[in-house]
């Protein structure tokens, strides 16, 4: 059953993939990255997750994929002092994670499984533009995410 299961999964996230297309497509109206984004030279600080696959995603997607300088920092680190500084450190880019328990029973019975969405707090205005959806699959999502914010950046730093 588990067998089922995985090929349902893989099966689904092609098909939802394939109709996507494009990251623009896969964020439908919504704007996951602040309008002036890029606009100003900012280093990015990337909070870290409690689970060490995501965090080590986290860093291997933005080195490939974002050409401006981030930081990956424990939440904690935010509140220290050493990244008080709003202007240089305008941005911060937040991973949410949805626990959702397992259910059911024999056959019926579904996993434990865990959903991800993503964000960025502007800190100087204290607004937030990120994703209305979870999804299953983190890092496909995150590099869609992490690709939208390095378009946008070299958009506003023509």
């Not at 309008?35 to 696959?53: I, S, W």
């Amino acid at each position: 059953m588990k067998k089922f299961y995985a090929i349902f999964l893989a099966f689904s996230i092609t098909l939802i993939l394939s109709a996507c297309g494009s990251s623009k497509n896969l964020f439908r109206d919504q704007d996951p990255v602040p309008a002036d984004f890029g606009k100003q030279q900012t280093t990015v600080l990337v909070l870290k997750t409690e689970q060490n696959k995501v965090n080590r995603a986290l860093e291997s997607t933005f080195k490939k994929y974002y050409t401006g300088p981030f930081l990956l920092i424990d939440e904690e680190d935010l509140t220290s002092g050493k990244y008080s500084d709003n202007q240089k450190y305008r941005y911060c880019f937040r991973t949410h994670i949805q626990f959702q328990a397992a259910s059911g029973s024999g056959s019926m019975r579904t996993q434990a499984t865990h959903n991800y969405t993503y964000d960025i707090v502007d800190r100087v205005t204290a607004t937030k533009n990120g994703l209305d959806f979870y999804g299953g699959g983190y890092k496909g999502l995150m590099e869609a995410y992490v690709k939208k914010m390095e378009a946008v950046k070299a958009e506003n730093s023509k």
